[in-house]
């Protein structure tokens, strides 16, 4: 006998209503002996690239199975809801990005389809809540074996999935440009650029680095650990998903910084001057 498969899931639902149950619900009612794994419920509500990066940044830690993703501001539009199937598993959400990024960093989908199948449907009289009439029973029959992939609804040609526009790191002889992708509860802003876009600037682990955002300078150094900075100090260190990230020791970056999710960071060594203008947006 085949072993039910996990469900991973995320949503921009919150905990204060009875959103994120009734998908649990509806999951245990088609399928109890399916197991549900949170991501976590309480992004930004309807920013689809804050969830599409959270589903990036966790699907590597995920067990292979289905991942049921929500952040849909276009709920009752006609955007298609769909299943994509990959390598890793099987993919269900809105098709406006959201699921984009980790689909591709999975390997890309073989198979795309939308949740069109009224079979697979919850009667309902408004359209407003597909995290419990689409994805929650298309997930729930995919992890449990009840249906295939196929049945779920008709085909959907790749090449028209909405993608997700992401920003170029950008850099010059001395400076790196990126911007800032996330915000964390602990107040610590997660950059788009890598270790490996510092080294080809010349930075490196241990420098005082100067962060400009805006026209505005703050002196920062590249440290391992919050704790090689004193108490309420400012830092800069590769965070736990391999990003450059900026943090304040017992503090919140996004306090003592004008740093929030989307803002443009530049960071050189001290001592050398900045060029870098833009950042431009690529899918």
Do not use: C
């Not at 699907?59 to 849909?72: E, F, K, N, S, T």
């Not at 309420?232 to 910084?257: P, T």
């Amino acid at each position: 006998m085949t072993l039910p498969l996990p469900i991973s899931f995320l949503s921009d639902f919150g905990r204060t209503d009875e959103f994120v149950g009734v998908v649990h619900g509806v999951i245990a009612r088609i399928a109890p002996e399916v197991r549900v794994i949170d991501v976590g419920h309480d992004f930004p509500r309807g920013n689809v690239r804050s969830g599409a990066m959270a589903l990036l940044r966790s699907v590597q830690y995920m067990p292979q199975g289905v991942m049921l993703a929500v952040v849909d501001p276009g709920v009752g539009t006609p955007r298609n809801p769909i299943a994509a199937r990959t390598e890793w598993g099987v993919f269900i959400g809105p098709d406006n990005g959201l699921l984009a990024p980790a689909v591709a960093m999975v390997g890309g989908a073989d198979k795309i389809v939308a949740l069109d199948n009224p079979e697979l449907l919850l009667p309902a009289s408004g359209v407003t809540f597909d995290g419990r009439d689409r994805f929650a029973p298309a997930a729930a029959v995919i992890a449990s074996g009840q249906a295939a992939f196929e049945d779920l609804g008709s085909d959907v040609p790749a090449d028209s999935v909405t993608p997700l526009m992401m920003p170029l790191v950008e850099h010059d002889e001395h400076a790196v440009r990126g911007e800032v992708l996330w915000v964390d509860h602990f107040g610590n802003s997660q950059s788009n650029i890598s270790p490996d876009d510092m080294q080809m600037v010349g930075l490196t682990p241990g420098d005082d680095i100067i962060m400009r955002i805006g026209a505005i300078e703050h002196q920062l150094t590249w440290v391992k650990a919050y704790g090689d900075v004193v108490e309420g100090e400012g830092l800069l260190h590769v965070d736990s998903y391999g990003q450059m990230a900026v943090a304040v020791r017992g503090g919140r970056s996004d306090e003592d910084f004008p740093l929030e999710e989307g803002i443009a960071v530049t960071f050189r060594k001290v001592g050398t001057p900045v060029a870098i203008q833009s950042v431009n947006p690529v899918d």
